[in-house]
């Protein structure tokens, strides 16, 4: 928050609730936002009774004859009265069920002049399950999903138009920029994974010169002891990853996506370090909008082409360091969250603050400064 200014976002926070690993990379929107804005952070925190209270509430939604009772329930968190008045309200929920914690928050929609919330994971296949929470949503005035395949069908279910914010990152975190990291590490692998790739590298990695770093605790179970450092560590192994493994959003997990093909964190996340994408590219208009340049991703879909690529990476590793640098660059000019953060700006009819950008101004001078230095060819 930049303490000099009267705060005019306030962004409420499920980081005290939610400390998955998978979660950590929602706070990095709330954290750049702070940085740029003039944000109160109001972090929601749960209370003695909340296992037992959540678990009473969200099964609750789900029953016809109780619903309408739920959803103004708090489910077992720490109330906050809002004392002050503000332009924006800024809410970041994984899924559906996060939006009953909005309820411990009392008066934001009075004290609130705008309020936005943004949805990461919500497939179209999922829209007539949670028609019923979705239609909790109609109380904010901007809606925003990060996959493009879902805007109609929530914008059909809410009643109103929703917007695609696509994910971001937290370039500055991640960029190899200005100094290029040795690269020692030749492929990276995090989150979910398809396991003939995985299978493939762990054997070429015992018969071959190769570092192959990889999750050996299922990602559901790590819970980070502080998000901020585990992010830095991811980024700072991804800066020394020559390549980068990114498959569609929720690879493996079928009855969720239902086909639906999305671009995920991990392709904005292995960019914005300067590595080389290696994989698959998300069937969707949105991957081609925004990774629109020269060799965004090398595809790889079986285990012949990742041993050619392999092979390349000990022998040619120039052609995939050239890949990586223009992925770094292209990140800094296109998905740090401080360009997601105005467009939440524009809708809320808000004008960027000098912090703001003042940020965007670095990005493009670390863009420009790698472009002219012969990275982007």
């Not at 040619?316 to 969250?337: F, Y």
Request: charged share 25%; hydrophobic share 40%; glycine share 6%.
């Amino acid at each position: 928050m930049q303490s000099w200014r009267k705060p005019r976002i306030c962004i409420a926070s499920l980081r005290a609730i939610n400390p998955l690993a998978a979660w950590c990379s929602l706070y990095e929107i709330e954290d750049v936002t702070a940085s740029i804005d003039d944000v109160d952070l109001l972090t929601l925190r749960p209370g003695p009774s909340f296992r037992y209270a959540d678990w009473i509430v969200q099964r609750m939604m789900w029953r016809p004859g109780l619903r309408q009772l739920a959803r103004n329930q708090n489910p077992g968190l720490l109330n906050v009265d809002l004392n002050r008045e503000y332009d924006l309200l800024f809410v970041v929920c994984m899924n559906m069920h996060d939006l009953l914690y909005l309820n411990a928050v009392r008066g934001w929609r009075e004290r609130c002049k705008t309020a936005v919330c943004f949805i990461l994971e919500m497939y179209a296949g999922m829209v007539d399950r949670y028609s019923f929470h979705l239609s909790t949503l109609r109380q904010f005035d901007h809606i925003c999903v990060s996959f493009a395949g879902s805007v109609e069908a929530t914008s059909r279910a809410v009643g109103k138009q929703c917007h695609h914010l696509p994910v971001g990152v937290d370039v500055l975190r991640f960029t190899p920029f200005p100094s290029w990291p040795r690269r020692s590490v030749d492929m990276y692998c995090i989150g979910r994974r398809a396991e003939w790739l995985h299978e493939t590298m762990i054997r070429e990695s015992k018969l071959e010169d190769i570092f192959y770093v990889h999750d050996t605790i299922p990602s559901a179970q790590i819970r980070p002891r502080n998000y901020l450092e585990h992010r830095d560590l991811f980024a700072n192994i991804a800066k020394r990853s020559r390549c980068f493994v990114t498959f569609p959003a929720k690879i493996g997990v079928g009855y969720e996506t239902l086909g639906q093909s999305e671009v995920g964190s991990r392709y904005f996340e292995g960019a914005a370090a300067g590595c080389a994408l290696v994989g698959e590219a998300p069937a969707s208009h949105s991957f081609r909008r925004d990774f629109d340049w020269p060799d965004s991703i090398i595809p790889v879909t079986d285990e012949a082409g990742l041993i050619r690529l392999l092979r390349e990476v000990r022998h040619e590793p120039g052609r995939v360091e050239m890949i990586g640098r223009r992925n770094g660059i292209q990140a800094l000019r296109r998905h740090d969250w401080s360009y997601r953060w105005k467009e939440v700006l524009e809708w809320s009819g808000l004008e960027p603050t000098p912090a703001h950008l003042s940020r965007q101004r670095w990005l493009g001078e670390l863009a420009s400064s790698a472009t002219h230095a012969g990275c982007d060819q």
